[in-house]
Each structure stands twice: as structure tokens, then as C-alpha cells.
């Protein structure tokens, strides 16, 4: 079955409310809602004869009857169409013949007002433009003059073309005439101005009274075609095509959509004769699993995360908290802060001494330069004063000789100069290693104070003691080396005092912890021999009890006997009764002597009973107050090693 394209018809009036969008286009157009369980498609009473289609055409037109006579609404439908199959195909008749479609009765509803200007020959051009555009491009040939002086054979070939654009399976009957059909069809198009069209303008639909107003239903028609073009193409979910739902959809009309696609490839079905349907409810189920795929992966991956953070949480919750262990760490972290600070700030100070080192070197250099530049002035001026003076052979000799000597004396300086210079790297280099080794050995003596705890201040009465040291290797005095207290006569004297203070404090606790594990061991001593005196108590309860039971069961004993004794006594009583009413007045005394026996005995059993009583309550009495005593003694025990 085709379902992508539905007729437009529809009646007068729908009792069942069947619309459901406000879209500007036929309401015939929308599809009825009712699919609920096994139905007939002739659908309520309201509805027309289906016409029987042609065999190339598997597809029925929807337009309804428009009887309103009750009495032919049964008439109004097909003889074996929409109803249970049955063995027999005898079926009565109706007694009522269907009405004609032309036989609708008038209607009594009143026809709005045409308001649009239809005698204006611009807004008819405009008209007679848009209908023969829509003409052209729905493949009807049109001439170029035809809509300006159209005859009635034209105007009814495009009168039935635009009825068959909007309802393709609309049947013009042939052996009606066309002005019987025109005023039902537009009653079913539901024309707002039909009230303005009269029937017998259609021989003549060119004249100038008639033609404006046919021109204009023309336009309609057409404005119509094109709207319901856009709604069939458009894609809403108010088509309730099946092809156009998506995967995923949560619109209403998709579910209806698919319900009534459902219901109606059941119903052929149905119609069949067949009760069941698996594979159109098969196909559904697939069509809504195909829906719900993505949702369920979702689904699934969201268990799974739930899954892992549930595990997360599980071994978080068996951990031990991360708070100690941050503590831990921040509290290392500030001690390193600290040590970093003090390394930082030793290396700006050994910064600072290279850079004053650097820069006497430089104002050294300098000043050696310009002793240089002196010197070379001097000798050149001596050489001046040389050339000029007159000497005798003599004293050249005697001042080349002293030159000579002078410049032996000379080289002898500068090799001298030169070894000093070679002592003086060697010393250099060695005071730089030794002024490494002093930085390393105090950057260790300061993590150890800060290890140790030995920072400023220190515990009393050590408060007004410093022992940071600071090393100055760029000092000219050697006394200046060394910043901070004096190592033989401070530093050395306060970690002795130190250590041995530490020392004192260590045998002290030593001691404590001996003293206190002595008490422990006396504690656990002084316990011990309380469980003891408490098993020996509690021994003895239970014999007491056992005494309590013991004479407990001998009274209930006795009472027994007593009981025993009473019961005979009585019978003995009873007997002499008899006897002595039988035996006269002699047997009295013996009867006085049997009830003095019987009080006696039940003085007896009631003597035991009460001495059993106090018995057990006695013995109640002591298991109490030793339970007291116990009690007292373990919470002493209890609040002197908690105080300890």
C-alpha cells in the first residue's frame, strides 16, 4: 500500500475531531488518529462509498459521503468492504439505496466575503500570471491568450487539472454534466466564497461579471495546489510517512506515524482472515530498537563509568585518608623552603663576593696599565736624554756593562716574578677548593641544625644563643672569615650542653619507660590476681547456686512427702469419719489426733519453704554485691591505666 499520498477530500463536518494541525492546507490532508486494536476501515458513519479504483491504481480516495440522513449512512459503504471475513458470503442486504454524490443537501451556513480586489486589472493580471506559471510547470499546455478570453471547454480542462493536482484519484463523472459536479467539488475543497459563483456563468466564464470571480476561485485553487506542493514536500511529522521518521525522534506524530502504518499493514492482514500478526509487530519492534540503540549504548556506558567510580570509591573508602600524609608533606615542604632559602640567599652573598672580586681585579688591571704606560714614557724619555749626552768610551762601557748587569738582574726579577705569579695560582686555586670544601661542610653543619631543630630561637636557657655561621671568603682580614659566634668559645660549648642535655633527657625517658613498664608489669600482675579472686568468686557463686538448687529440689522434695502425708492423713481422716459415724462416738479422740498430725506436718512444709526462700535470697543478696566489688575494681583498674 502507498501512504505517501492521501486525497484530499473530506466532509462537510468531522464528528470525531480528526484534525490535528493548523497548517495552511486542506484538513483532508492529515490522517486519522483512531488505529487502536482491530477496527474497520469503513470508519464511522459519516463516512462515503469507496469508489471501486482502477486495477493499475492500488490506491482509495478518502472523500467522505456527505449523507446526513442517518437512515442511508449504512448504505454508504461498499458491501464486502472493511468487515470480518466469514465463511459465507451470503449476506443480507440494505434495505436503503445510497444517495448520489450530487445529492447533497443544501447547506444553511452563511459564505464569507470575497474581499480580495478582483476587479482590478493589474491584481488579474497578476492572477492570470501565477495560474498559468503553475499551468506550465504542472506539464498543462496553456496558450499565451487563453486565460484573457477563456472558453468553457478551457476553463473546465483547467478547472479538472487543478482538482486532479490536489486530489489525484478525484473521478469526474462523465455522464453528469460539469456544472452539476463544479459547486459539490468546491464544497469539498471548502471554497470560503462559493456563496459569490453562480453555476450558470460556466458556459460563459469569459464574460465580464462572471470572469473575476472565476478567476479568483482559479487563483485559489491554485494557491492551494502550491501550499499543499510545499506541505508534501516539506517533511513534517504531521505527513506520518514512515520514510521521513528519523533514527531517533520524540515528536508525537512519528509515534502515530508508525502506529498507523503498523495498523494498517495489519488490518490487510486482518482482512485476510489471519488474527495474529508477528511480522508487522516484528517490524515495529525493529524500528523502535533501531530508536533506542544509541540511548542504550549510552545507557551502557554510563553503568560501566557508574561500575568504575563505584570501585573508585570503594578503594578510597578502604584507604587510609590522604590528610596525614599531606601534612606530612607540607611540613617537609616548608623545612625545604627554608633550607632553600638559606642556600639562596648563601649564593647571593657568594654572588656578590665574586662580583667585588671582579671588579678589584678590573680596577687592578687598570691601575697596572697605567703604571705600564708610565714606565714605557720614563724609559723612552731616558733614551731621549742618552742620545743627547756626550760620553767617553769609558763610561759607555762602564753603563753597558751596569745595563747588562741591570738586565741580568732584571730577568733573574721577572723569573722570580714569574714563579711568585705560578705560587700565587697554586695558592689561588687552593684557597678555592679549601673555600668549596669550608661552603659544603657549613651548608652541611646548616642542615643539621635544621635537621636537629637548632634554628634561633633555642629551647631556654639556651634563647640568646646563635649558632649560624656564615663563611666571607672575600674578607681581608682573616679574623673576618667567619660571621656569627665564636666556634671554640660558643658554638662548641652550646652542642656540648646541648648533647649533653639531650643525653640527660634521653636517660630520663629511659628511665620513665622502665618505671612506667614496672608499673605496667604490677598492673597486669594486680589483674591477673583479681581474675583469679574472681574465678574463685564466681566458683563459689556456682556452688552456692548448686546449694540454692540442692535445697530447692530436697524442699519441693519434702513438700512432696508432706503433700504425700496431708493427702493420706486425709484419707485416714475421711476413713475414721466414716468409722466413727459408723462406730459411734469412741473413734473422736483418734480423729483429734490425726488433725493435730496434719497441722503439724503443714507447719513443717511452710518452715521449709520460708527457710528455702531466705536461702536463695541470701545467696542472690551475695552474688550482687560481688558482682559490685568486680565491677568497681576493674573500673579503677581501668581509669588508673587510661590516667597512666
Known amino acids: ?119 482590478d486589472k ?12 503553475f499551468l506550465m510547470n504542472t506539464g498543462f499546455e496553456v496558450a499565451p491568450q487563453m486565460l484573457q478570453n477563456i472558453t468553457g471547454k478551457d476553463f473546465r480542462a483547467v478547472f479538472q487539472h487543478l482538482i486532479e493536482c490536489l486530489d489525484p484519484i478525484w473521478s469526474f463523472k462523465v455522464e453528469q454534466r460539469f456544472e452539476e459536479q463544479f459547486m459539490q467539488v468546491l464544497r469539498a475543497m471548502k471554497y470560503p466564497y462559493i456563496g459569490q459563483i453562480d453555476i450558470k456563468w460556466l458556459p460563459t466564464p469569459a464574460a465580464m461579471h462572471s470572469w473575476p470571480s472565476l478567476l479568483g476561485m482559479l487563483h485559489w485553487l491554485v494557491e492551494l495546489c502550491k501550499a499543499r506542493e510545499h506541505y508534501m514536500n516539506s517533511g513534517h511529522p504531521t505527513l506520518q510517512d514512515p520514510a521521513l521518521i528519523p533514527d531517533e525522534f520524540d515528536d508525537i506524530c512519528h509515534h502515530l506515524a508508525l502506529a498507523f ?12 482472515g489471519q488474527d495474529v500478526f508477528p511480522e508487522q509487530e516484528k517490524i515495529l519492534e525493529e524500528r523502535y530498537a533501531r530508536k533506542d540503540a544509541r540511548v542504550l549504548a549510552d545507557l551502557e556506558q554510563l553503568r560501566e563509568r557508574l561500575v568504575e567510580i563505584q570501585t573508585e570509591w570503594e578503594q578510597l573508602k578502604k584507604s587510609a585518608p590522604p590528610f596525614e600524609e599531606l601534612k606530612k608533606d607540607n611540613g617537609s615542604l616548608r623545612r625545604d623552603k627554608l633550607k632553600f632559602e638559606e642556600i639562596l640567599r648563601r649564593f ?61 738582574e732584571l730577568e733573574s726579577l721577572k723569573h722570580k716574578i714569574a714563579e711568585t705569579s705560578q705560587v700565587v695560582v697554586r695558592l689561588e686555586v687552593s ?56 666556634i671554640r668559645k660558643v658554638v662548641k660549648p652550646t652542642l656540648s650542653r646541648i648533647t649533653e642535655m639531650k643525653r640527660t633527657d634521653h636517660a630520663e625517658v629511659e628511665s620513665e619507660r622502665i618505671r612506667v613498664e ?27 547456686n548448686d546449694q540454692a538448687d540442692e535445697l530447692r529440689e530436697a524442699a519441693q522434695q519434702e513438700a512432696l512427702v508432706s503433700n504425700a502425708e496431708a493427702s ?73 591505666a587510661e590516667a597512666n
Open 1 to 119: 500500500m502507498e501512504f505517501g499520498r492521501r486525497s484530499t477530500m473530506q466532509p462537510h463536518g468531522d464528528p470525531y475531531g480528526n484534525a490535528r494541525s493548523n497548517l495552511p492546507v486542506p484538513a483532508t490532508v492529515k490522517k486519522s488518529t483512531h488505529g487502536h486494536g482491530r477496527m474497520s476501515l469503513a470508519g464511522p458513519a459519516m463516512r462515503a462509498p469507496y469508489p471501486i479504483p482502477p486495477g493499475t491504481n492500488p490506491r482509495q480516495s478518502l472523500m467522505r459521503s456527505h449523507n446526513i440522513n442517518p437512515l442511508l449512512q449504512s448504505a454508504s459503504k461498499p458491501q464486502n468492504y472493511g468487515r470480518t471475513p466469514m465463511r459465507s458470503n451470503n449476506r443480507r442486504g440494505s434495505m436503503w439505496q445510497g444517495g448520489s454524490q450530487g445529492s447533497a443537501p443544501p447547506s444553511s451556513q452563511s459564505y464569507a466575503k470575497d474581499t480580495r480586489p478582483l476587479r
Open 122 to 133: 493589474s491584481f488579474q493580471a497578476k492572477m492570470r500570471q501565477d495560474v498559468g506559471m
Open 261 to 272: 502504518d503498523h495498523h494498517s499493514r495489519a488490518y490487510v492482514d486482518f482482512l485476510q
Open 348 to 408: 647571593e652573598e657568594r654572588k656578590h663576593k665574586w662580583l667585588r672580586l671582579v671588579q678589584d681585579e678590573k680596577t687592578e688591571l687598570e691601575y697596572n696599565l697605567a703604571t705600564l704606560e708610565k714606565m714605557h714614557a720614563e724609559e723612552q724619555r731616558l733614551a731621549d736624554i742618552v742620545k743627547v749626552q756626550n760620553l767617553t768610551p769609558e763610561e759607555v762601557l762602564r753603563m753597558n756593562t751596569e745595563h747588562e748587569s741591570l738586565s741580568r
Open 431 to 486: 684557597l678555592t677548593r679549601k673555600v668549596s670544601d669550608a661552603e659544603e661542610a657549613l651548608d652541611q653543619y646548616t642542615s643539621l641544625l635544621s635537621t636537629l631543630g637548632l634554628f634561633p630561637p633555642l629551647p631556654p636557657p639556651l634563647e640568646n644563643v646563635d649558632l649560624t655561621i656564615d663563611l666571607h671568603s672575600a674578607a681581608a682580614n682573616p679574623q673576618g672569615l667567619l660571621s656569627g659566634a665564636d
Open 518 to 544: 614496672d608499673e605496667l608489669d604490677q598492673l597486669t600482675l594486680e589483674c591477673e590476681t583479681i581474675e583469679e579472686e574472681a574465678l574463685e568468686v564466681m566458683n563459689k557463686t556456682n556452688a552456692l
Open 568 to 640: 493420706r492423713l486425709e484419707r485416714d481422716l475421711a476413713a475414721a469419719r466414716t468409722a466413727a459415724m459408723a462406730n459411734g462416738v469412741g473413734v473422736k479422740s483418734r480423729l483429734q489426733a490425726l488433725q493435730i498430725a496434719y497441722r503439724e506436718q503443714v507447719e513443717k512444709v511452710n518452715r521449709l519453704k520460708e527457710d528455702t526462700v531466705r536461702a536463695v535470697i541470701k545467696n542472690s543478696s551475695d552474688i550482687v554485691a560481688f558482682k559490685d566489688e568486680v565491677s568497681k575494681q576493674l573500673q579503677y583498674l581501668r581509669d588508673f
